[in-house]
Protein backbone atom coordinates (compact mmCIF):
# COMPACT_ATOMS: atom_id res chain seq x y z
CA UNK A 1 0.00 0.00 0.00
CA UNK A 2 2.61 2.27 0.42
CA UNK A 3 4.75 1.57 -1.92
CA UNK A 4 1.75 2.16 -4.57
CA UNK A 5 1.21 5.51 -2.76
CA UNK A 6 4.61 6.86 -2.63
CA UNK A 7 5.02 5.84 -6.67
CA UNK A 8 2.48 8.44 -7.09
CA UNK A 9 3.90 11.51 -4.86
CA UNK A 10 6.82 13.79 -5.84
CA UNK A 11 10.18 12.71 -5.22
CA UNK A 12 13.99 13.40 -4.80
CA UNK A 13 14.37 11.66 -8.10
CA UNK A 14 12.28 14.14 -9.93
CA UNK A 15 15.10 16.48 -9.79
CA UNK A 16 18.05 14.40 -9.79
CA UNK A 17 19.12 15.62 -13.40
CA UNK A 18 18.96 19.38 -12.37
CA UNK A 19 22.34 20.14 -11.62
CA UNK A 20 23.68 19.31 -14.88
CA UNK A 21 20.29 20.79 -17.24
CA UNK A 22 18.87 23.57 -14.82
CA UNK A 23 20.42 25.92 -17.91
CA UNK A 24 17.89 24.11 -20.76
CA UNK A 25 15.44 23.81 -18.59
CA UNK A 26 15.51 27.44 -17.43
CA UNK A 27 15.11 28.61 -21.13
CA UNK A 28 12.74 25.95 -22.03
CA UNK A 29 10.43 27.59 -19.39
CA UNK A 30 10.97 31.10 -20.66
CA UNK A 31 10.45 29.83 -24.00
CA UNK A 32 7.21 28.05 -23.17
CA UNK A 33 6.17 30.77 -20.81
CA UNK A 34 5.95 33.43 -23.64
CA UNK A 35 4.46 30.73 -25.72
CA UNK A 36 1.54 30.05 -23.51
CA UNK A 37 0.57 33.55 -22.64
CA UNK A 38 -1.32 34.02 -25.53
CA UNK A 39 -2.85 30.57 -25.56
CA UNK A 40 -4.03 31.14 -21.83
CA UNK A 41 -5.85 34.27 -22.72
CA UNK A 42 -7.41 33.10 -26.08
CA UNK A 43 -8.71 30.44 -24.53
CA UNK A 44 -9.99 31.86 -21.35
CA UNK A 45 -12.07 34.14 -23.35
CA UNK A 46 -13.11 31.38 -26.37
CA UNK A 47 -14.57 29.33 -22.99
CA UNK A 48 -16.68 32.49 -21.75
CA UNK A 49 -14.81 32.24 -18.42
CA UNK A 50 -12.50 35.43 -19.16
CA UNK A 51 -8.65 35.93 -19.92
CA UNK A 52 -8.29 36.33 -16.48
CA UNK A 53 -9.53 32.76 -15.77
CA UNK A 54 -7.05 31.59 -18.57
CA UNK A 55 -4.10 33.10 -17.07
CA UNK A 56 -4.84 31.98 -13.52
CA UNK A 57 -5.21 28.20 -15.05
CA UNK A 58 -2.19 28.55 -16.40
CA UNK A 59 -0.27 29.70 -13.48
CA UNK A 60 -1.78 27.20 -10.35
CA UNK A 61 -2.60 24.20 -12.62
CA UNK A 62 0.45 24.73 -14.76
CA UNK A 63 2.91 24.51 -11.02
CA UNK A 64 0.84 21.85 -9.27
CA UNK A 65 0.75 19.32 -12.47
CA UNK A 66 4.48 19.98 -12.86
CA UNK A 67 5.15 19.08 -9.59
CA UNK A 68 3.18 15.90 -9.28
CA UNK A 69 2.33 14.46 -12.22
CA UNK A 70 3.94 11.54 -14.12
CA UNK A 71 5.83 12.82 -17.18
CA UNK A 72 9.02 15.00 -16.21
CA UNK A 73 8.34 17.94 -19.70
CA UNK A 74 4.35 17.66 -19.30
CA UNK A 75 3.33 21.29 -19.78
CA UNK A 76 -0.39 22.17 -18.34
CA UNK A 77 -2.65 24.70 -18.40
CA UNK A 78 -5.94 25.19 -20.54
CA UNK A 79 -6.23 24.19 -23.53
CA UNK A 80 -8.46 24.31 -26.90
CA UNK A 81 -10.03 20.55 -26.42
CA UNK A 82 -11.15 22.04 -22.72
CA UNK A 83 -12.55 25.40 -24.29
CA UNK A 84 -14.79 23.16 -26.63
CA UNK A 85 -16.74 21.00 -23.21
CA UNK A 86 -16.45 24.35 -21.67
CA UNK A 87 -18.32 26.82 -23.82
CA UNK A 88 -21.66 24.88 -23.83
CA UNK A 89 -21.49 24.84 -20.08
CA UNK A 90 -21.03 28.40 -19.55
CA UNK A 91 -23.91 29.03 -21.76
CA UNK A 92 -26.30 26.58 -20.16
CA UNK A 93 -25.18 27.05 -16.17
CA UNK A 94 -23.33 30.42 -16.32
CA UNK A 95 -19.72 31.17 -15.98
CA UNK A 96 -19.50 30.60 -11.92
CA UNK A 97 -20.48 26.68 -12.73
CA UNK A 98 -16.77 26.27 -14.27
CA UNK A 99 -15.61 26.50 -11.09
CA UNK A 100 -17.64 23.99 -9.41
CA UNK A 101 -17.77 21.79 -12.66
CA UNK A 102 -13.78 21.96 -12.11
CA UNK A 103 -13.58 20.98 -8.89
CA UNK A 104 -15.97 17.96 -9.36
CA UNK A 105 -13.78 16.73 -12.19
CA UNK A 106 -10.34 17.43 -10.79
CA UNK A 107 -11.62 14.81 -7.90
CA UNK A 108 -13.00 12.50 -10.53
CA UNK A 109 -9.42 12.63 -12.00
CA UNK A 110 -7.58 11.84 -8.83
CA UNK A 111 -9.79 9.14 -7.72
CA UNK A 112 -8.93 7.29 -11.34
CA UNK A 113 -5.28 7.88 -10.35
CA UNK A 114 -5.60 6.24 -6.93
CA UNK A 115 -7.45 3.17 -8.34
CA UNK A 116 -4.48 3.25 -11.13
CA UNK A 117 -6.72 3.04 -14.40
CA UNK A 118 -4.05 5.63 -16.15
CA UNK A 119 -2.82 2.93 -18.63
CA UNK A 120 -6.18 2.43 -19.88
CA UNK A 121 -5.39 5.35 -22.80
CA UNK A 122 -3.55 2.76 -24.35
CA UNK A 123 -6.50 1.40 -25.38
CA UNK A 124 -7.91 4.08 -27.40
CA UNK A 125 -7.19 3.36 -31.05
CA UNK A 126 -5.05 5.63 -33.27
CA UNK A 127 -8.22 6.60 -35.79
CA UNK A 128 -10.56 7.54 -33.12
CA UNK A 129 -7.78 9.90 -31.58
CA UNK A 130 -6.93 11.66 -34.96
CA UNK A 131 -10.89 12.37 -35.79
CA UNK A 132 -11.03 13.29 -32.40
CA UNK A 133 -8.09 15.90 -32.78
CA UNK A 134 -9.53 16.89 -36.21
CA UNK A 135 -13.16 17.43 -34.72
CA UNK A 136 -12.06 19.80 -32.13
CA UNK A 137 -9.78 22.00 -34.71
CA UNK A 138 -12.66 22.72 -37.05
CA UNK A 139 -14.61 23.26 -33.52
CA UNK A 140 -12.12 25.49 -32.38
CA UNK A 141 -11.55 27.50 -35.65
CA UNK A 142 -15.71 28.18 -36.22
CA UNK A 143 -15.65 29.52 -32.57
CA UNK A 144 -13.67 32.17 -33.48
CA UNK A 145 -15.38 33.53 -36.15
CA UNK A 146 -17.81 35.79 -34.23
CA UNK A 147 -14.82 37.75 -32.41
CA UNK A 148 -12.80 38.03 -35.92
CA UNK A 149 -15.56 39.90 -37.19
CA UNK A 150 -15.92 41.92 -33.54
CA UNK A 151 -18.19 39.70 -31.54
CA UNK A 152 -16.51 37.51 -28.88
CA UNK A 153 -19.30 36.07 -27.75
CA UNK A 154 -20.15 32.40 -27.95
CA UNK A 155 -22.12 30.89 -30.04
CA UNK A 156 -23.56 27.12 -30.33
CA UNK A 157 -23.86 26.15 -33.95
CA UNK A 158 -22.54 26.93 -37.01
CA UNK A 159 -26.16 28.61 -37.85
CA UNK A 160 -25.70 30.77 -35.13
CA UNK A 161 -22.09 31.91 -36.33
CA UNK A 162 -23.22 32.73 -39.85
CA UNK A 163 -26.29 34.55 -38.55
CA UNK A 164 -24.11 36.47 -36.21
CA UNK A 165 -21.90 37.26 -38.35
CA UNK A 166 -24.93 38.84 -41.14
CA UNK A 167 -25.97 40.67 -37.59
CA UNK A 168 -22.39 41.93 -37.36
CA UNK A 169 -21.90 43.28 -40.67
CA UNK A 170 -24.79 44.45 -40.95
CA UNK A 171 -24.85 46.56 -37.68
CA UNK A 172 -21.30 47.80 -37.76
CA UNK A 173 -19.09 47.31 -40.55
CA UNK A 174 -16.57 49.04 -39.49
CA UNK A 175 -15.25 47.50 -36.70
CA UNK A 176 -15.95 43.75 -38.54
CA UNK A 177 -13.47 45.33 -40.49
CA UNK A 178 -10.98 46.65 -38.00
CA UNK A 179 -11.32 42.84 -36.81
CA UNK A 180 -10.95 40.53 -39.96
CA UNK A 181 -7.92 43.45 -40.81
CA UNK A 182 -6.18 42.06 -37.11
CA UNK A 183 -6.78 38.57 -37.57
CA UNK A 184 -5.60 38.44 -41.29
CA UNK A 185 -2.52 40.44 -39.97
CA UNK A 186 -1.70 37.79 -37.07
CA UNK A 187 -1.98 34.96 -39.12
CA UNK A 188 0.39 36.31 -41.85
CA UNK A 189 2.85 37.08 -39.14
CA UNK A 190 2.40 33.21 -37.14
CA UNK A 191 2.98 32.23 -40.59
CA UNK A 192 6.24 34.24 -41.36
CA UNK A 193 8.34 34.82 -38.03
CA UNK A 194 9.24 30.57 -37.89
CA UNK A 195 11.18 31.10 -41.02
CA UNK A 196 12.83 34.77 -40.37
CA UNK A 197 12.92 35.09 -36.36
CA UNK A 198 12.29 31.37 -35.38
CA UNK A 199 13.81 32.02 -31.66
CA UNK A 200 10.78 34.42 -30.78
CA UNK A 201 7.25 33.01 -31.31
CA UNK A 202 4.88 34.15 -34.11
CA UNK A 203 1.72 34.56 -31.88
CA UNK A 204 3.56 36.96 -29.54
CA UNK A 205 4.84 38.91 -32.38
CA UNK A 206 1.25 39.38 -34.21
CA UNK A 207 -0.16 40.19 -30.61
CA UNK A 208 2.28 42.92 -29.74
CA UNK A 209 1.87 44.64 -33.43
CA UNK A 210 -1.53 44.38 -33.45
CA UNK A 211 -2.00 46.00 -29.69
CA UNK A 212 1.08 49.01 -30.78
CA UNK A 213 -1.27 49.35 -33.77
CA UNK A 214 -4.58 49.38 -32.08
CA UNK A 215 -3.30 51.94 -29.45
CA UNK A 216 -1.53 54.27 -31.73
CA UNK A 217 -4.98 54.49 -34.06
CA UNK A 218 -7.44 54.73 -31.39
CA UNK A 219 -9.41 51.75 -33.40
CA UNK A 220 -12.33 50.32 -32.34
CA UNK A 221 -10.96 46.89 -31.71
CA UNK A 222 -12.77 45.53 -28.66
CA UNK A 223 -9.65 44.89 -25.80
CA UNK A 224 -9.23 41.78 -23.44
CA UNK A 225 -10.43 44.29 -20.52
CA UNK A 226 -8.82 44.57 -16.70
CA UNK A 227 -7.25 41.52 -15.49
CA UNK A 228 -6.21 40.99 -11.72
CA UNK A 229 -2.82 42.27 -10.47
CA UNK A 230 -2.38 39.38 -8.23
CA UNK A 231 -3.34 36.14 -7.93
CA UNK A 232 -5.52 35.97 -4.91
CA UNK A 233 -6.24 33.69 -1.65
CA UNK A 234 -8.04 30.06 -2.48
CA UNK A 235 -11.18 29.78 -1.59
CA UNK A 236 -14.24 27.01 -2.20
CA UNK A 237 -16.64 27.80 -4.29
CA UNK A 238 -19.98 29.18 -3.47
CA UNK A 239 -22.76 26.35 -3.60
CA UNK A 240 -26.12 28.03 -2.79
CA UNK A 241 -28.75 27.93 -5.34
CA UNK A 242 -26.12 25.42 -7.47
CA UNK A 243 -28.47 22.32 -9.15
CA UNK A 244 -25.41 20.34 -8.19
CA UNK A 245 -27.47 16.99 -9.96
CA UNK A 246 -27.69 19.14 -13.44
CA UNK A 247 -23.53 19.42 -13.20
CA UNK A 248 -23.06 15.84 -12.88
CA UNK A 249 -22.55 14.85 -16.26
CA UNK A 250 -20.43 18.00 -17.40
CA UNK A 251 -17.85 16.94 -14.76
CA UNK A 252 -17.65 13.40 -16.05
CA UNK A 253 -17.44 14.92 -19.30
CA UNK A 254 -14.63 17.27 -18.35
CA UNK A 255 -12.67 14.62 -16.20
CA UNK A 256 -13.31 12.24 -19.19
CA UNK A 257 -11.64 15.04 -21.43
CA UNK A 258 -8.53 15.81 -19.21
CA UNK A 259 -8.00 12.24 -18.40
CA UNK A 260 -7.65 11.31 -22.21
CA UNK A 261 -5.78 14.32 -23.49
CA UNK A 262 -3.49 14.25 -20.46
CA UNK A 263 -2.19 11.08 -21.28
CA UNK A 264 -2.14 11.55 -24.99
CA UNK A 265 -0.08 14.44 -24.47
CA UNK A 266 2.44 12.69 -22.13
CA UNK A 267 2.75 9.51 -24.12
CA UNK A 268 3.49 11.85 -27.20
CA UNK A 269 5.80 13.80 -25.19
CA UNK A 270 7.73 10.63 -24.08
CA UNK A 271 8.22 9.19 -27.34
CA UNK A 272 9.68 12.75 -28.78
CA UNK A 273 13.04 12.38 -26.43
CA UNK A 274 15.04 10.62 -23.50
CA UNK A 275 12.81 12.87 -20.71
CA UNK A 276 13.22 9.86 -17.99
CA UNK A 277 10.37 7.67 -16.94
CA UNK A 278 6.50 8.18 -17.48
CA UNK A 279 3.91 7.36 -14.74
CA UNK A 280 0.40 7.63 -16.50
CA UNK A 281 -1.03 7.49 -12.58
CA UNK A 282 0.71 9.82 -10.98
CA UNK A 283 -0.22 12.02 -14.36
CA UNK A 284 -4.04 11.36 -13.22
CA UNK A 285 -3.51 12.42 -9.94
CA UNK A 286 -1.31 15.39 -11.17
CA UNK A 287 -3.87 16.37 -13.29
CA UNK A 288 -6.51 15.86 -10.93
CA UNK A 289 -4.85 18.40 -8.16
CA UNK A 290 -4.07 20.55 -11.19
CA UNK A 291 -7.49 21.13 -11.75
CA UNK A 292 -8.65 21.17 -7.99
CA UNK A 293 -6.25 23.79 -7.28
CA UNK A 294 -7.64 25.88 -10.31
CA UNK A 295 -10.87 25.81 -9.21
CA UNK A 296 -10.15 27.00 -5.98
CA UNK A 297 -8.57 29.99 -7.11
CA UNK A 298 -11.15 30.68 -9.68
CA UNK A 299 -9.51 29.06 -12.86
CA UNK A 300 -10.82 26.50 -15.31
CA UNK A 301 -9.96 23.05 -15.76
CA UNK A 302 -6.40 21.83 -16.98
CA UNK A 303 -5.15 19.68 -18.98
CA UNK A 304 -1.47 18.47 -20.40
CA UNK A 305 -1.32 20.63 -23.27
CA UNK A 306 0.81 18.67 -26.42
CA UNK A 307 1.40 22.08 -27.80
CA UNK A 308 3.57 23.16 -25.03
CA UNK A 309 4.56 20.22 -24.08
CA UNK A 310 6.25 19.73 -27.52
CA UNK A 311 7.79 23.30 -27.36
CA UNK A 312 9.19 22.81 -23.90
CA UNK A 313 10.97 19.40 -25.32
CA UNK A 314 12.07 20.78 -28.59
CA UNK A 315 13.46 24.16 -26.39
CA UNK A 316 15.63 21.56 -24.27
CA UNK A 317 13.68 21.01 -21.22
CA UNK A 318 14.10 18.01 -19.28
CA UNK A 319 13.17 17.89 -15.84
CA UNK A 320 9.81 19.40 -14.40
CA UNK A 321 11.81 22.63 -13.33
CA UNK A 322 11.14 24.39 -16.90
CA UNK A 323 7.41 23.64 -16.53
CA UNK A 324 7.23 25.49 -13.63
CA UNK A 325 9.66 28.19 -14.88
CA UNK A 326 6.54 28.32 -17.22
CA UNK A 327 4.40 28.71 -14.52
CA UNK A 328 6.86 31.67 -13.08
CA UNK A 329 6.95 33.37 -16.21
CA UNK A 330 3.11 33.58 -16.57
CA UNK A 331 2.72 34.62 -12.68
CA UNK A 332 5.22 37.26 -13.44
CA UNK A 333 2.94 38.44 -16.00
CA UNK A 334 0.05 38.47 -13.39
CA UNK A 335 1.86 41.08 -11.18
CA UNK A 336 4.13 43.34 -13.25
CA UNK A 337 2.37 43.47 -16.82
CA UNK A 338 -1.78 43.57 -16.33
CA UNK A 339 -1.72 46.87 -17.64
CA UNK A 340 -0.72 46.55 -21.41
CA UNK A 341 -1.89 42.78 -21.57
CA UNK A 342 -5.46 44.06 -20.85
CA UNK A 343 -5.48 46.10 -24.22
CA UNK A 344 -4.59 43.43 -26.18
CA UNK A 345 -7.05 43.20 -29.30
CA UNK A 346 -9.67 40.25 -28.99
CA UNK A 347 -9.43 39.78 -32.26
CA UNK A 348 -5.62 39.17 -32.19
CA UNK A 349 -6.34 36.32 -30.29
CA UNK A 350 -8.92 34.47 -32.28
CA UNK A 351 -6.05 34.97 -34.90
CA UNK A 352 -3.99 33.39 -32.86
CA UNK A 353 -6.69 30.60 -32.11
CA UNK A 354 -6.98 29.68 -35.78
CA UNK A 355 -4.09 29.29 -36.97
CA UNK A 356 -3.40 27.11 -33.99
CA UNK A 357 -6.74 25.23 -34.93
CA UNK A 358 -5.43 24.50 -38.67
CA UNK A 359 -1.71 23.48 -37.12
CA UNK A 360 -3.90 20.93 -34.88
CA UNK A 361 -5.38 19.29 -38.19
CA UNK A 362 -3.20 15.98 -38.54
CA UNK A 363 -3.03 15.99 -42.41
CA UNK A 364 -0.03 13.56 -42.54
CA UNK A 365 -1.99 11.18 -40.06
CA UNK A 366 -5.36 11.64 -41.80
CA UNK A 367 -3.98 10.58 -45.11
CA UNK A 368 -1.93 7.30 -43.86
CA UNK A 369 -5.78 6.57 -42.31
CA UNK A 370 -7.49 7.00 -45.29
CA UNK A 371 -5.31 5.04 -47.17
CA UNK A 372 -4.76 2.05 -45.27
CA UNK A 373 -8.05 0.34 -44.82
CA UNK A 374 -12.05 0.94 -44.86
CA UNK A 375 -11.85 0.02 -41.54
CA UNK A 376 -9.81 3.27 -40.28
CA UNK A 377 -11.13 6.04 -42.67
CA UNK A 378 -14.72 4.94 -41.67
CA UNK A 379 -13.48 5.39 -37.43
CA UNK A 380 -11.72 8.61 -38.17
CA UNK A 381 -14.28 10.09 -40.09
CA UNK A 382 -17.17 9.02 -37.89
CA UNK A 383 -15.28 10.38 -34.85
CA UNK A 384 -14.41 13.92 -36.49
CA UNK A 385 -18.21 14.20 -37.46
CA UNK A 386 -19.34 13.03 -34.02
CA UNK A 387 -16.64 15.23 -32.37
CA UNK A 388 -18.27 18.40 -34.35
CA UNK A 389 -22.16 17.51 -34.88
CA UNK A 390 -22.60 16.29 -30.75
CA UNK A 391 -19.95 15.70 -28.11
CA UNK A 392 -16.41 15.04 -27.64
CA UNK A 393 -16.57 12.19 -24.83
CA UNK A 394 -19.32 10.88 -27.37
CA UNK A 395 -17.39 10.59 -30.58
CA UNK A 396 -14.57 8.64 -28.54
CA UNK A 397 -16.80 6.17 -27.49
CA UNK A 398 -18.71 5.73 -30.22
CA UNK A 399 -14.83 5.56 -32.10
CA UNK A 400 -14.18 2.46 -29.87
CA UNK A 401 -17.60 0.61 -30.20
CA UNK A 402 -17.19 0.58 -34.35
CA UNK A 403 -13.60 -0.11 -33.70
CA UNK A 404 -14.56 -3.14 -31.76
CA UNK A 405 -17.40 -4.17 -34.14
CA UNK A 406 -15.01 -4.15 -36.60
CA UNK A 407 -12.72 -6.26 -35.09
CA UNK A 408 -15.11 -8.93 -33.87
CA UNK A 409 -16.45 -9.21 -37.70
CA UNK A 410 -12.75 -9.44 -39.15
CA UNK A 411 -12.24 -12.53 -36.58
CA UNK A 412 -15.62 -13.82 -38.19
CA UNK A 413 -14.60 -13.17 -41.61
CA UNK A 414 -11.04 -15.36 -40.92
CA UNK A 415 -13.13 -18.35 -39.16
CA UNK A 416 -13.62 -21.13 -41.51
CA UNK A 417 -15.71 -24.39 -41.25
CA UNK A 418 -13.94 -27.83 -42.05
CA UNK A 419 -15.18 -30.60 -43.06
CA UNK A 420 -13.10 -33.81 -41.20
CA UNK A 421 -13.72 -37.22 -41.84
CA UNK A 422 -13.49 -39.17 -38.18
CA UNK A 423 -11.87 -42.88 -38.45
CA UNK A 424 -14.39 -45.79 -37.50
CA UNK A 425 -18.16 -45.91 -38.42
CA UNK A 426 -20.04 -43.20 -38.77
Known amino acids: MWATLKSLLPGRADYSALPRTWKSDLLAGLTVGIVA??????????????????????????????VFGGSNVQVS??????VVVLAPIVASHGAGSVIIVGLMAGVIVLLLGLFRLGRSVSFIPWPVIE???????????VQQIPAAVGSPEFV?????????????????????????????IVALIMVVTPKVIPVVPGSIIGIVVITVFAELTRSPLV???ELPSSLGMPSFPDFAGVKIGELIVPAIAVAALAAIESLLSARVAASMANTGVFNPDRE?????????GSALFGGMPATGAIART?????????????????????????????????????AALAGVLMVTAVRMVPSRAAWKILRSTKHDAVIFIATAVITV??????????????????????????????????????
Open 37 to 66: LPLALAFGVSSGVGAEAGLITAVVAGFIAA
Open 77 to 82: GPTGAM
Open 131 to 141: GFTLGIAVIIF
Open 156 to 184: ESTNAVVSGISAILAANVDLALWSLGAVL
Open 223 to 225: RIG
Open 284 to 292: LVGQGLASV
Open 310 to 346: AVNVRSGGKTRMASIVHAAVLLGVVYLATGPVSRIPL
Open 389 to 426: ALDLIEAVVVGIVVTVLFSIRALIMRGKVHQVDLPGPA
